[in-house]
């Protein structure tokens, strides 16, 4: 397979949030994985760690806690039925996620270790310490990238830290390792397209933060 | 110019830290910057605002601090004279950026929201919500594809939050936004070349934490 153009793939990474029922194969699985690994990370500590979910037991139970808090935050912020403004349709494709969860072929927690003590100050931190999220979510951009030229759908959710006890229970996941995103993968439903943003001019300023070129 | 493959890209990406005095132009920039804000961001709010700094007082202010709080925080961790292990080839380069860093032709601060409601419970925390650095860092990720892929050098680097509060009043970033990431860019002394990293089966479990396939 060609390799696909970087600033192509960049600029095409849509989040993805319905997927085919077709599994994905291990040997592509690997290969976003492997592309995970090559990010950066504070002194090269490499502290990610990647727990891979494909059986119906460990989907389910993701999907359900999944659903369950994504209902209760979002509830009440359905949108109205001829809203198609892209919040809108943006919100219906989480919603449909949330309700699908456990039906997506792979999905991937990324975990990364609790060793940020910069995050908050000593003396006013309570439990644990947070994952450097520097070092972990450069490793989750080169995931979603991979799986973009790979043809392959994704996209990056982080609302499982509201159940999150709940998955280190269930996963055996040891309490020196946060999890840091949650990663559906599959074979998309509809097309990846170009990602519109607002223009890159207005969210930039040279020397000082009053000076912008418009 | 045409399209480097983003397999080759992320294989190759490595931190570079050491920079030609060569400066940069901006339509290379701007084609970085508009490369990162094509990354996600939790409900699309796009939270990111850079601020490029390439005259020398901006530089120069960066660079002393930096080298301040950098000789601080590794005082007496310098690699002896004869080890040429990676990670003593790897301090040497930071100590190196640390003492040049006026010297690199740009130098990005990569700015966030403080829009992370979640990031310390309510009644623990102090002072500033930090941003959400899920909704940054995939951008800065592929603000340093874009650079390896136009030949930029670049490297992420934090430790200018052991002297945020100076930088804000320095470079009038208001409150509600913290400062992310401090990105030098130029064109790289030395040569990209192969990532290196731990397998990435060491990293990978299936279905549960003590389920690998080594």
Known sequence: MSDAGLFEVIHSTRSMRRFKSEPVAMELLWKVLDAGIRAPSGQNTQPWTFLLVREAQGKQFIGS?????FNKAFAGRRPAAGDNSASARGMRAAIQLAENMQQVPALLLVCGVRDWPFAVKEEHRVGKAPPSYGSIYPCVQNILLACRALGLGATLTTMHQLFEDELHEHFGIPDDYGIVA?????YPEGNFGPVRRQPVAEATCFEHWNQRQL
């Open 65 to 69: 806690r999944y659903q369950s808090v």
């Open 182 to 186: 949650l990663i559906p993968i599959g």
